[in-house]
């Protein structure tokens, strides 16, 4: 069987959603890419930047674990994560909500 590179840039929801204590996030780019997932509260503060690396072309899965980047656990409530990406010719950018529930 062959793998398949995926045909868009796409953020997909997280899973568990809600969640207690940790979610994951996918998303698929048909590119290698520098990429930027980041966490952001109900206000639009960061609360923590999940990666911001250069990614090779496929189907990528970062777990969050509920934790600001300071290491401590965030409150119940809804966030929402955002993937920002740059490659050779294309920029894409998706926002998404979730929910952390205790």
Known sequence: EISRL??????KQ?????FNPETLI???LPASAQV????YDVRGNE??????????????TVMWDGRN???TLVS?????YRLDVVSENAKFSQTRKMILMK
């Open 47 to 60: 609360v923590q930047t999940l990666e911001s690396t250069a990614k090779s072309a496929g189907t990528h």
């Open 26 to 28: 996918e998303y698929d």
């Open 36 to 39: 930027v997932l980041t966490i």
């Open 6 to 11: 995926p045909e868009s840039f796409r953020l």
């Open 76 to 80: 119940t409530g809804l966030y929402f």
């Open 14 to 18: 997280n899973y568990p959603n809600p």
């Open 69 to 71: 980047e300071f290491g």
